[in-house]
């Protein structure tokens, strides 16, 4: 599996945004006396800002060679 790593794009928000959400929930869950629950804590203008600064990046492994899928089904992860 080719993995690759790449400084984040705009279109990249919502696969960030999913992932971001899915750790805030288990911390939520791990430590409520800690954590809150929050959706969409994190916004497109903050997220914007970070591809601004190049400190937001992503890791793409391209699952659709090696199983036919297209290039639009490539799993995005957060670094």
């Not at 945004?17 to 954590?35: F, G, S, T």
């Not at 994190?42 to 699952?63: C, K």
């Amino acid at each position: 599996m080719d993995i690759i790593i790449r400084p984040a794009e705009t279109s990249d928000f919502d696969s960030v945004v999913h992932i971001l959400n899915q750790v805030q929930a288990l911390h939520v869950n791990w430590r409520p006396d800690i954590y809150k629950e929050s959706k969409d804590f994190f916004s497109l203008d903050a997220f914007q800002d970070a591809l601004g600064r190049e400190t937001f990046y992503v890791a793409a492994y391209e699952m659709y060679k090696k199983y036919g899928f297209t290039e639009k089904s490539i799993n995005m992860e957060l670094l």
